[in-house]
């Protein structure tokens, strides 16, 4: 005889400290921890000037290693791959071991204490170790996707923007804990994000959906936070910008930094202590005399009835199949004879389905205009800062300006599209094609040398890049569903090499070593092996930068195709079959637990 209604005994409850380390929202804690150390790869402005002189690489090599970085952060088919099949922990465990690999390599190169390697050898060596990137990304930030499908474009705007702000992050800490020394910061991008990923290996996992009445709430206490993190970043750096820290004073800036780290934690266990305090209070109410009361009878001979969703494991057991694992097992069409007729917007497309869209190829290559030339400029910002006149302190502060800026670009890019789209129907593509057009003023800013220009530059740069994220990764997860999003989330991220190579070691990296060797000819010296070329002036720059802008117009041009093509979609509502499956699985979980006691007889007492 059991007594219906209840949610297990007072007994088998979790303790608090248990419900807090295994709950959703401290899951949401170490993604974000994960994130604000995932994004090592925009610090190579900072670093980048050690490994030309370090190896005596000149401009174009230089360019070529970056877009190796680039590469390597951004092809993560390999482990959305990967991702499809095994549990997020593994994916974020061979992206620690890949971040680790890699810049201890580079480290070692650097410092010499290894022989100087061979062009392809650093090239790979840092696509390596870039590469980790994609792997958090999707074991982290994917798997919080698919825990909160209806508020991705928060999720997303959230997560990517830490991955901005790590950035500014690490460059705080590699101050307070190795002070003013640049190789040192390799080794730190080594270490520091490998630890972190292995100590929340079993964290990240797939979660039962549930909408929690205030899970906005939430997520805009953990922005709240986040804003009073990149605001102390900015004093610290308009501070160490303006006076010389000492080594004390660093490590205290430090220390704060991660302070406000920690912080989200106290929303965590908030949270959880209101739903921990929910449930026991329901234990107590079901086991009160005063309360109404079911004294339900088992028939233990009874067959079990399960609904058409439900099978059991052998062990007593129930499980309730999802929708889209039902469809799955029940579709035994090859996706090579349907790749060229996908389904309606926002359902589940196969990843052919999805590649082969006109609306993937129009995001593609807006994506490859606009990512390829903003990263250009962000590559290069220590080269364009040396060549404009700006002083060597300046190029660190231009670096956590654009780290600083990515990260605001992309919390309110996630959360205002997600407003936008909610309250008006606003269109994300539409958003995507206004950031592409501000971008814009950044690149001719660079190029045609304003006064103080190259700081206004970074800011809009760094804006405009981090806003294209999360715009681009939400629109392919509702244009192209959810079901293979590990994959085509990653898939998205190519287009960033392809413009990263052709803007940047093809146009960028030619014109300012031709310009270097003019400038080198003119003044009569003779360039030694292994010298590396160095241009000053604005026409260093120039003609690049005029070439990234027209390119930019073009991709936004392009945007507004998809723009027109998606208009009726995101008129709809989007989120509806969302909620739909939330409430249809919470039916049959409620049906299959009832049906899995056998036919029982109620009696009403008290």
Request: hydrophobic share 45%; proline share 4%.
């Amino acid at each position: 005889m059991v007594l219906a209604g209840g949610g297990g005994s007072a007994s088998t409850m979790k303790s608090l400290p248990l419900q807090i380390l295994t709950g959703r929202w401290f899951m949401v804690f170490a993604s974000l921890l994960i994130m604000s150390a995932a994004g090592a790869t925009y610090m190579f402005g900072l670093y980048s000037a050690e490994i030309k002189s370090s190896l005596g690489y000149d401009q174009t090599t230089l360019n070529l290693l970056s877009f190796f970085k680039d590469l390597g952060a951004n092809v993560g088919i390999l482990s959305g791959l990967i991702n499809e099949v095994t549990p997020p922990w593994v994916v974020l465990s061979i992206g620690a071991v890949l971040n680790f690999f890699g810049y201890f390599m580079i480290w070692l190169s650097v410092t010499k204490k290894i022989p100087t390697p061979k062009i392809w050898q650093m090239c790979l060596y840092i696509c390596i170790g870039a590469n980790s990137q994609s792997f958090a990304n999707t074991g982290a930030l994917v798997t919080l996707v698919k825990n909160f499908p209806e508020s991705r474009g928060v999720v997303l705007g959230l997560l990517k923007g830490f991955v901005g702000l790590s950035g500014a992050i690490i460059t705080q800490l590699y101050l307070g804990v190795y002070g003013d020394n640049l190789k040192s910061l390799i080794l730190l991008i080594g270490w520091l994000p490998a630890a972190i990923s292995f100590a929340f290996l079993r964290t990240i996992r797939i979660m039962k959906v549930v909408k929690h009445p205030n899970e906005l709430k939430v997520f805009y206490n953990f922005l709240y936070i986040s804003l009073g993190l990149a605001g102390f970043l900015m004093i610290m750096i308009i501070f160490q910008k303006r006076f010389n820290f000492t080594q004390s004073e660093n490590r205290g800036s430090a220390a704060a930094v991660v302070v406000l780290l920690c912080l989200p934690l106290a929303v965590v266990i908030k949270e959880e202590y209101s739903i921990w305090k929910s449930k026991k209070e329901a234990q107590l109410q079901l086991q009160s005399p005063s309360i109404d009361l079911k004294i339900v009878t088992e028939n233990q001979n009874t067959e079990t009835i399960l609904p058409p969703s439900a099978t059991s494991n052998g062990g007593g057991e129930v499980l309730v199949l999802p929708t889209s694992q039902k469809q799955a097992d029940s579709d035994s069409v090859s996706c090579w004879r349907t790749m060229f007729q996908p389904p309606n917007r926002g359902d589940d497309y196969t990843i052919l389905q999805a590649l082969f869209s006109i609306d993937m190829l129009i995001l593609f290559f807006a994506t490859i205009c606009g990512v390829g030339g903003t990263l250009t400029a962000i590559d290069n910002l220590g080269q364009i800062g040396a060549s404009l006149g700006y002083p060597k302190r300046s190029i660190s502060t231009f670096v956590s300006l654009v780290s600083i800026w990515n990260y605001l670009g992309r919390v309110v890019a996630g959360f205002v599209s997600e407003i936008f789209l909610t309250k008006y129907k606003f269109p994300r593509p539409l958003m995507l094609t206004l950031i592409l057009l501000l971008s814009c003023l950044g690149h001719l800013l660079i190029a045609f040398n304003v006064p103080s220009g190259l700081y206004i530059a970074s800011i809009i740069i760094g804006f405009c890049f981090g806003a294209q994220w999360p715009l681009l990764f939400a629109i392919i997860s509702e244009v192209f569903g959810l079901k293979y999003y590990s994959t085509l989330y990653n898939f998205g991220s190519v287009a960033s090499p392809i413009g990263l190579y052709i803007l940047n070691v093809k146009v960028t990296g030619h014109l300012y070593d031709k310009e270097a060797e003019r400038q080198m000819r003119a003044s009569g010296a003779i360039r030694k092996a292994g010298q590396g070329l160095n241009c000053v002036g604005v026409d260093c720059f120039k003609l690049s930068f005029i070439i990234i802008t027209a390119v930019t117009v073009l991709g936004a041009l392009v945007s507004v195709l998809l723009v027109i093509r998606t208009r009726k979609f995101y008129r709809s509502d989007i989120y509806k079959k969302f909620r739909e499956e939330a409430e249809k699985a919470e039916k049959e979980m409620a049906v299959a637990g009832n049906g899995a006691a056998g036919p029982v007889s109620e009696t009403k007492v008290g």
